[in-house]
């Protein structure tokens, strides 16, 4: 019994350490555990002494028979006899249930004398341990069932509560004393714009007396806008950070769940909370998710969607200005928008976060660079000129990357060759140095990239190329970094055929050097060509369709091609094809002549690529001085508008 008991206690320990996530699985084992338990105790209780042998009834008669028993003992069904040799061994057997003792054993042909000389002691049902014994064997199966179904509605429960109690909003609170979470103004870098229009709301959160005792209405909701990761879920928490109020988080996509009617009570919820709080911010971040404009149709109408739209609507527009409760909301999808979110009183503060600019992208890094120990040679400005494009989220992952990338070498301090190491795997995911050209590829890979670059430094207006490739990376068999000197927000024609050119310069160079086109260019293809469709339709960049904006920016990548409105005539849809068909041309003969005139400076960058596979843009730029041409310097561009 002992044993049995300890060995239960070792198998309970171990269930314990298992993690208890395990559910079902885990409400099993530990029933089958009691089920053990109490088996266990029911085996050894039942057999209670060893000892004692078991006997047929027919040899308890033959030995009642020949007077070797003194006496019985009857026990429900059980008889133990107790024999009158030396050892006073004890016999057990049991009888049939529906007859007595006196009975059973007339009925096996033994005379009552010989009965009569046996002493017969009848013991009653002893309580706690007959029942026990007698109930245990249907019990313990009940209580296993029991005990599965209890473990099951439990789980049913925690799944039904979610539904029931509507997840008492899901959102994640931020009191204005959490030290840990605390994000201030300080914590986002360069966004002045939009800094400063988001001080005012930090002011009246501060001090609300003074705005409302003149009589100005301070603004409900504010929506910040801006393209993922430059920092607009950053800046909402550092407004609250900065008024030292409540934050309320949600995501736009937490509202949508299963059942129809619970992201609007999750917003009643929401508000209710916040108003509690007050003063006090609600953000809901990633808003199109709810908020897109309503009743469009496509893919069917979603009822939960709207319904939650209309209680955030509703919720905005019953609050009083004197509420102290100000609902910010983030997007990088404005155009989809439904317009009644953006009426006066709702979200009609709207706030753009563009994309750092070199300065800002040089903050952001020194941001993100404390606590980490850097070499001396690290310059963020460098960093920050070859990085545009990148959102704040790109450069957060650049310094990681980067302390990634030395921790690996094992070395103790960031370099600079880290970091830069880190911006082209940011950019275009890890190299796949595993993946394995093979020689010709290898050959036709490197013209091609050297065809990008020679046409780059070739053409007045397109960019300067930092460095050619051909490590494959991402999909990308090869690639040549060219970046632009500054960020532009403005493109000219000029440029755009320029950056055409140069996407056909690998394909232009595959042509002329093997004869025959491979695959690799079908990506250079579909980049140029959906660029000179945009100069055709959008930006009236063609003399023959003149001044017509045909395709508004948007929208089309909501709904996809196949429905999408077109809103010219079918002849003008001719003469927007005919069109691209011309720009591409000219960008290909425009390739073709400057990849034809230098093809001893082509063969020279394509043999060193394929020797040491990565041209850093110095090396790059030597061979090219040594062949006639000059490269670009800063400054050589004029920005054309
Ligand atoms: P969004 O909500 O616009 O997609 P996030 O606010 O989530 O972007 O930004 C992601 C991360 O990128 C932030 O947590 C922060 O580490 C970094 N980041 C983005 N913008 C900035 C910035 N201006 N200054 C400092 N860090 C930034
Ligand atoms: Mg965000
Ligand atoms: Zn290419």
Do not use: C
Not at 272 to 284: G, L, S
Not at 296 to 320: A, H, K, P, S, Y
Not at 588 to 612: S, V
């Amino acid at each position: 019994m002992n044993n049995q008991q300890n060995n239960d206690n070792n198998q309970e320990n171990k269930e314990k350490k298992k993690p208890s996530k395990f559910g079902l699985l885990n409400s099993i084992s530990i029933g089958l555990l009691i089920l053990l338990i109490v088996s266990g105790i029911y085996s050894a209780i039942a057999s209670e002494n060893k000892n004692t042998i078991k006997i047929n009834l027919s040899e308890l008669v033959s030995d009642v028979g020949a007077g070797n028993v003194t006496s019985i003992t009857v026990k429900g069904d059980t008889l133990t006899a107790t024999y009158n040799d030396e050892k006073k061994t004890i016999k057990e057997t049991n009888k049939e249930s529906d007859s007595s003792v006196t009975e059973t054993f007339s009925r096996y042909g033994l005379t009552p004398e010989k009965l009569n000389a046996v002493k017969i002691n009848v013991e009653g049902p002893s309580g706690f341990l007959f029942w026990f014994v007698q109930i245990t064997p249907f019990l313990a199966p009940l209580l296993f069932i029991i005990l599965i179904i209890w473990f099951l509605s439990r789980q049913v429960k925690g799944a039904g509560m979610q539904a029931f109690s509507f997840g008492q909003s899901k959102a994640r609170i931020t009191l204005p004393d959490d030290k840990k979470q605390k994000v201030t103004f300080k914590d986002v870098a360069g966004a002045k714009e939009a800094k400063q229009e988001l001080a005012e709301i930090v002011d009246f959160l501060k001090n609300p007396k003074k705005f409302l005792e003149i009589g100005a209405v301070i603004p409900k909701g504010i929506l910040l806008m801006g393209a993922p990761g430059t920092g607009k879920t950053l800046l909402a928490r550092a407004v609250a950070g900065e008024a030292n109020v409540a934050f309320f988080a949600i995501s736009g996509s937490e509202f949508v769940e299963m059942f129809v009617g619970v992201g609007a009570s999750r917003v009643r919820d929401l508000f209710k909370m916040a108003k509690e709080a007050a003063p006090a911010i609600i953000f809901v971040d990633e808003i199109d998710a709810v908020g897109r404009v309503r009743g469009t149709g496509v893919g069917g109408g979603n009822d939960e969607r709207e319904q939650t739209l209309n209680q955030i609507l509703v919720e905005m527009d019953g609050f009083e200005p004197n509420e102290k409760v100000i609902v910010m909301a983030a997007t990088n999808r404005p155009d989809v928008l439904d317009p009644a979110l953006l009426r006066p009183g709702r979200f009609d503060r709207r706030v753009t976060i563009d994309l750092p600019d070199r300065n800002d992208r040089e903050e952001i890094l020194k941001i993100h660079s404390t606590k980490k120990p850097f070499a001396e040679d690290v310059g963020l400005r460098v960093i920050a000129e070859r990085t545009p494009g990148f959102s704040g989220a790109d450069l957060y992952s650049l310094m990681n990357e980067g302390a990634i990338l030395a921790a690996r070498e094992n070395r103790t301090k960031i370099s600079q060759y880290d970091l830069i190491r880190a911006i082209e795997k940011v950019m275009l995911g890890p190299e796949r140095k595993s993946h394995l050209l093979s020689k010709k590829e290898k050959e036709i890979t490197a013209y091609h990239e050297a065809g990008h670059a020679l046409v780059s430094s070739l053409l007045p207006f397109a960019d300067p190329v930092h460095k050619i490739s051909i490590i494959s990376r991402g999909r990308a068999a090869g690639y040549t970094l060219h970046l632009p000197l500054e960020d532009r927000k403005m493109q000219s024609k000029k440029e755009f055929l320029d950056d055409i050119a140069v996407s056909l310069g690998g394909y232009v160079v595959e042509k002329i050097m093997f004869n025959d086109v491979t695959t690799g260019p079908s990506n250079d293809l579909q980049v140029s060509t959906a660029l000179a469709r945009d100069m055709v339709t959008k930006y009236g960049m063609s003399e023959k369709i003149g001044v017509l904006a045909l395709e508004n920016s948007g929208g089309r990548a909501m709904f996809g091609k196949g429905i999408e409105d077109k809103e010219y005539s079918e002849k003008i849809g001719a003469d927007i094809d005919s069109e691209v068909a011309r720009i591409m041309r000219e960008a290909y003969d425009k390739a073709e002549d400057a990849i034809n005139k230098n093809r001893p400076a082509l063969d020279a960058i394509a043999k060193r690529l394929i020797e040491i596979e990565n041209l850093e843009r110095d090396e790059y730029e030597s061979i090219i001085i040594a062949h006639g041409i000059q490269p670009k310097k800063k400054l050589d561009i004029e920005h054309q508008i």
